[in-house]
């Protein structure tokens, strides 16, 4: 079974990395998301003068509202790439990687299956020379951590309202609304 092994430490690494990126992506969305959910409420506290209790509401609002999106963006992938919480399994995993290499295909979940059975001097030699056709392959490339850019759009967007509102001038406005709430 130590031909498995090699198997076992790529799928261990590609999914370290497949948490990893899990968690870029949160904190690219927990920032742009969380950011663009505190200047509505400023906009609407701004636009219509709440009372305090209105005020209150609003702020213990977006303390909530931060704390599920910080818990569900960025602290469970990253329990997940610390190992204190399960993620995937190596059956998910090697789907995942078998997707993303065409040459692998179900070749690999056909091995990690065979490893889970009892051990027989077939299924040895199966996985034998099966992971000898996964050598030449990094599966921590079939995580692209360069594809979480696509979210960078998402915390753009709340910075360039505050740069609009910087540069009509409306900027003490905004920052006495925070302030109130």
Not at 25 to 43: D, E, Q
């Amino acid at each position: 079974m130590n031909h498995f092994l090699n198997i076992k430490n790529k799928l261990e690494q590609f999914v370290r990395r497949y948490y990893l990126s899990s968690v870029l992506k949160g904190a690219i969305l927990f920032f742009g998301i969380g950011l663009f959910y505190v200047l509505f409420w400023i906009a609407a506290e701004y636009f219509f003068w709440f009372s305090s209790t209105g005020r209150a509401i609003v702020f213990w609002s977006l303390i909530l509202f931060e704390t599920i999106l910080f818990y569900k963006l960025i602290c469970i992938p990253f329990l997940k790439y610390l190992k204190i919480r399960s993620g995937i399994s190596n059956h998910e995993a090697a789907k995942i990687i078998g997707n993303f290499f065409p040459e692998i295909n179900d070749k690999l979940l056909n091995v990690v299956q065979l490893n889970s059975q009892p051990a027989s001097e077939l299924i040895v030699a199966s996985i034998q020379q099966k992971t000898k056709a996964f050598d030449k392959f990094s599966f921590k490339k079939a995580v692209q951590l360069k594809d979480n850019l696509k979210y960078l759009k998402y915390a753009v967007l709340p910075l360039m309202v505050i740069g609009i509102v910087y540069v009509c001038g409306g900027q003490s406005n905004f920052k006495d609304s925070f302030i109130r709430v």
